[in-house]
């Protein structure tokens, strides 16, 4: 579907903006794992958003409503675990790990759903 390539565009877009900021803006700025924490975020913005481009792609070839469900996880995944990242990095309020495994799990339910909708639907 269009709009998950839109998405997934625009969140790698953020992603490349987000690591050179963290790359050039914030190593001064921030502690080594503050800047770890920054730049795990970035990583797994990028490999999700990377998801979310490939199933929109396959999505305008296929309607199979588990890859439609499993980009929508990505993009959820992304907001908590790589958000509550940037956040904490940035605050250097580490309770808000507390919150980053919730976009994990999001994640990992995504990429379940990739692979139940690839045997449901192919």
């Known amino acids: 579907m269009k709009v998950f390539i839109m998405i997934g565009a625009i969140s790698m877009m953020l992603s490349v903006a987000l690591g050179a900021f963290g790359a050039h803006a914030l190593k ?25 481009l ?9 309607s199979i409503p588990q890859w439609s469900l499993a980009a929508w996880l990505m993009l959820a995944g992304i907001v908590f675990f790589s958000g509550s990242l940037y956040v904490m990095a940035l605050t250097n309020v580490t309770k808000l790990g507390a919150i980053t495994p919730i976009g994990g ?14 045997y449901k639907g192919l």
């Open 28 to 52: 001064d700025m921030l502690t080594e794992r503050m800047l770890a924490n920054w730049q795990t975020g970035v990583l797994y913005q990028m490999v999700h958003s990377l998801g979310i």
């Open 54 to 62: 490939a199933l929109g792609g396959l999505l305008l070839k296929v």
């Open 105 to 118: 799990v999001l994640f990992i339910a995504a990429w379940i759903f990739v692979a139940i909708g690839a």
